[in-house]
Every structure is written in structure tokens, then in C-alpha cells.
């Protein structure tokens, strides 16, 4: 049986003819950093709306976390409503359930005006308890939700081939093919006149008059900086103190009968996140779920196995086609973090802490500030403030990341002693050692290859630990990830960890 392709189904094609890098020094009147779902609605709505927009990707358009979404169009978040309430007050909450109501209904009619031939199909969510005592839980969010004036109703069937004691089911949400719709908004940004500059990596930024956006390839001067790259590469309020990177992965299996008709999240632990995929040769079941906080796990295949394991208890599973993983900033408050970069901000923003759910918040957060820099009041932008102080609602979640973070500062370096050499390892294999005498990132490829680095992480010096499923270094402090030459994947950092070998 053939091995399941790393990557997407979203990515498994060809990807969209490549836009150059940013060209020299630029001056634009909106410079937008990142080409996500976020960057790009922002970007296209300021654009069609008479700014002059300069976007400017790391890497290619759609192929960060959006590419690696499982792709769920939806309010639906899991039980998370009465949390909500709970922590922000009802008017918050009804906000933030109000702005992925919004990005909902702006998708969908973009979908259809725009032609973006992306899978687009109605459905309904489901967010189910197993256990019979977790029947009043879903009960309370259920009336929760529809209090908000969501589309929640409580159930307790739903078309999952094993049962459940109830679910909250939120009518007419959407599932879609995700980087096939960025890049139709990329084809429209293009059309309405903005410039889109791939592989060209943002490194500072400086708030003057004008802001003056540094990258590898020049720099980029700008009236109004909207930084949208999934978690801020510059972070002037500390937002990764604020917010834990969460890791998560997905299969996709080929089964035998019918893949179920909705969308699906498990309530209780270990996390199940389920939906079905067209494909040209039939549908797909796609499986979520096994979040770990990044760095923190050293059996991350095992996750994989884990899903595998679920997905032939409950269904016929004929091949794995399809694995992949990604991860989220989770603010410790459970909302996003959408608004002005720092309190004293006047023309520079920020996007981010979608929480997993970043096809509804991202474009609910472009919503935000395309309002913003446009000068336009937004309902939701007092719910979402990304410089917002409510201790209440984050402030046990917050102690504990920061506790969790300072711990890793300390005790990986005393954990993490080499016992072993850099010759040492096998094909494959990546690991803390020893290589003349200094302490190294170690990896040796299936070639045999030996390639080392630094293992101190260039954002805040946390050090780094391998991922074997991905093959990675992550760091387990702020979710900075690299590649086994030390180039960055993700941020916050913007520095490559320096090459020893």
C-alpha cells in the first residue's frame, strides 16, 4: 500500500503561476504582509475599494496555514459560545459570533460573483458529546448560541455512523476547497490593480511617517501596514506571551460507502474534527485533531497513527491518501487578536489567534481592517481589539502558557545535554548532540547527509526540538519552526538558525 502524500488535498496540484518578488525599494499606500486567506480578503477589499495595495508573501500565495486547513467555512467553533459569554459578556460574544456570520455570507457571495470554482457546498456543523453526562454541556451552548442569534439548534442524531448523546448543530455553514479560493481572490486582487510580490520575507518594520516595511528584497514604504502573517513577525505587544501555538493534524482516507453529509467536531478529548472532500476520483473523509502545544511532543508520528487508528474503528477505510499538519495561535481568552499593532498605533495592524478557525476569523479580521484603514466604524472591532485588557477572562490561561514557556527556557538546556555525537545519527534522524565540542541541531538525511545548526531559537533564544513527522525543528516556547538547514517555516522568528554544518 502506498504511503499517504504529505501535504494537503487543497495542495496536491500544480500551484498558480508564481507572482516576482518585491522589485527594490516600493512605495505603495496600503502594504499588506502575507498571503493567506486574511492578507489576501484585506488586501482585495481595500483594492477594490480605490487603495493602491501591495501584498508581499514569505513563500507562495495559500501555501502557509491556509493551505493546511481542514477548510471549514463556519461559526460553529467547537462549545465555545458559553465560554465565550462567560469570559467577554454576551455583547462580545454576540460579536464575535455576528463578524463569522458575516465572513460566511461575504465567502459565499464571493464565491458565486467571482465564479471561484473552489468545491463550495452547504452544510450543516456539528459539535457532539459522547457520554451522556456532557448531554447538559451541549444543551447550555446550544441555547447559548441561538440566544446570540446564531442558526444553533440542540440534536441528538446526527449522520456520524456511531452515536453520540447530543450535538449542537449550527444550520447552512460551508466546506470548500481553500487554496483554490485564495487564489481566485488572488486573480481579482491582481485585476483590481494591486501588486502581489511572492517570496519576499518582511524583516522589520518602522512606524514613521511613512512606515517603511524592511524586507530581503527592499523596502516597502506604506501609508497603512496591515500585518497578516498568520502570527505577527513583528510583535510589539507581545503576543507570543499572549497566545500558545497550537499544533494539529489531518488524514484523508479513501473509504468504503458513503462519507457522512456535515461537518463535525468532537466536544471532548481527544479532539475529532471530521468532514467529507470531493476529489475528481471520488470523496475523501477527512480526520483532525491530536493538538499538542508546538515543540512539546517527541512522538509527533504518533499523532498520525492515532487518527489512522480512529478513522478504521468507525469507518471502512480502504487507503490513506493524505496527511498533514499545522498549527494556530490560541489567545488565552479565545478570541482573536484583530486591530491596531500597538496601543500608540495609528496606521499599522495586525490579524491573528484564529484559534483553528481561521477560514471564518481570518476574513472576519480582514473585514475589520479594511474598515479600519478606510476609516469606517465595524461592529466587531471592540470585540476583537487586538490591544484589549480583560484579566478575567485571560488571565489563569495566560499564567500557565508563561509559566509553561519559562520552564522549556530553562529546563531544555539541562534536559537536552547531548549523549551522543552528530556522526551518530541515522538516516533520517534528527537530534540534539554533540559536533566539536559545541552543542548542535543535528540531521542527518536519507542520503546520508549531514546538515547542522544552531539549536537556539532566533526569536527569544528558547531551544528548539525535532519534529519527525514534519521534519523540523520547532520551538516549544513561541512556535517558531525550521527547516533541518535552519530556514525559517514559520514564525515569529525572521532569523534563520545560524548553520554550523
Known amino acids: 500500500m502506498a504511503a499517504p502524500k504529505a501535504t494537503s488535498p487543497w495542495l496536491d496540484r500544480e500551484p498558480a503561476a508564481e507572482h516576482p518578488p518585491l522589485a527594490g525599494d516600493t512605495r505603495t499606500e496600503v502594504a499588506v504582509v502575507g498571503g493567506g486567506i486574511a492578507g489576501l480578503t484585506v488586501a482585495l477589499l481595500l483594492a477594490e475599494g480605490g487603495r493602491q495595495v501591495t501584498l508581499i508573501e514569505m513563500d507562495r500565495l495559500g501555501r502557509g496555514a491556509t493551505g ?3 477548510a471549514k467555512v463556519t461559526s460553529q467553533h467547537g462549545m465555545l459560545y458559553d465560554s ?13 459570533g455576528q463578524a463569522n456570520q458575516a465572513a460566511l455570507a461575504l465567502m459565499a457571495r464571493w464565491v458565486e460573483e467571482r465564479g471561484i470554482d473552489c468545491a463550495w457546498r452547504r452544510r450543516e456543523a456539528y459539535a457532539y458529546v ?14 447559548t448560541a441561538a440566544r446570540l442569534g446564531l442558526p444553533a439548534r440542540l440534536v441528538h442524531d446526527t449522520p456520524l455512523p456511531y452515536p453520540v448523546a447530543a450535538a449542537v448543530r449550527f444550520d447552512d455553514q460551508a466546506e470548500f476547497d481553500a487554496y483554490a479560493y485564495v487564489i481566485g481572490l488572488a486573480r481579482d486582487l491582481a485585476a483590481a490593480g494591486a501588486t502581489i ?45 499572549r497566545a ?4 494539529s493534524y489531518s488524514i484523508a482516507a479513501r473509504i468504503r460507502g458513503p462519507v457522512p453529509e456535515g461537518m463535525f467536531i468532537s466536544a471532548e478529548g481527544p479532539t475529532r474534527s471530521l468532514r467529507g472532500a470531493p476529489r475528481p476520483d471520488g470523496e475523501l473523509l477527512l480526520v483532525g485533531g491530536e493538538g499538542h502545544k508546538v515543540g512539546q511532543e517527541s512522538d509527533t508520528s504518533a499523532r498520525y497513527r492515532a487518527l489512522e487508528e480512529f478513522a478504521r474503528e468507525h469507518f471502512d477505510v480502504e487507503s490513506l491518501e493524505y496527511r498533514w499538519s499545522t498549527q494556530d495561535p490560541v489567545p488565552a481568552d479565545g478570541m482573536p487578536l484583530v486591530g491596531r499593532l500597538t496601543p500608540i498605533s495609528k496606521r ?19 473585514m475589520v481592517l479594511a474598515d479600519a484603514v478606510q476609516g469606517r466604524d465595524n461592529p466587531w472591532a471592540g470585540a476583537l481589539d487586538s490591544n484589549r485588557l480583560r484579566p478575567r477572562a485571560s488571565m489563569p490561561k495566560l499564567v500557565q502558557e508563561n509559566v509553561n514557556v519559562g520552564w522549556h527556557f530553562v529546563a531544555d538546556r539541562v534536559r537536552q545535554r547531548p549523549s551522543r555525537s552528530l556522526d551518530e545519527l541515522a538516516p533520517g534522524e534528527g537530534d540534539i548532540v554533540r559536533h566539536d565540542g559545541d552543542t548542535v541541531a543535528g540531521y542527518r538525511d536519507e542520503e546520508g547527509r549531514l546538515t547542522a545548526v544552531s539549536p537556539t531559537c532566533t526569536h527569544l533564544g528558547c531551544r528548539v526540538a525535532w519534529n519527525d513527522a514534519e521534519r523540523s525543528w520547532d520551538c516549544p516556547c513561541h512556535g517558531s519552526r525550521f527547516a533541518p538547514d535552519g530556514a525559517v517555516i514559520e514564525g515569529p522568528a525572521v532569523t534563520n538558525l545560524e548553520r554550523k554544518v
Open 348 to 366: 499599522s495592524y495586525m490579524a491573528t489567534g484564529f484559534s483553528k478557525w481561521g477560514m471564518t476569523n481570518g476574513t472576519a479580521a480582514a
Open 68 to 70: 493546511y486547513t481542514t
Open 244 to 247: 500558545a501555538p497550537q499544533r
Open 84 to 96: 465565550l459569554v462567560s469570559k467577554h459578556g454576551e455583547e462580545k460574544a454576540r460579536a464575535y
Open 197 to 241: 510580490a511572492e517570496r519576499t520575507r518582511a524583516t522589520g518594520l518602522d512606524e514613521g511617517s511613512p512606515h517603511r516595511v524592511e524586507t530581503d528584497r527592499g523596502t516597502l514604504t506604506a501609508d497603512h501596514v496591515i500585518v497578516a502573517s498568520h502570527y505577527p513577525y513583528v510583535d510589539r505587544t507581545l503576543v507570543f506571551a
Open 130 to 143: 459522547l457520554s451522556g453526562s456532557q448531554t447538559s454541556q451541549a444543551a447550555a451552548e446550544a441555547e
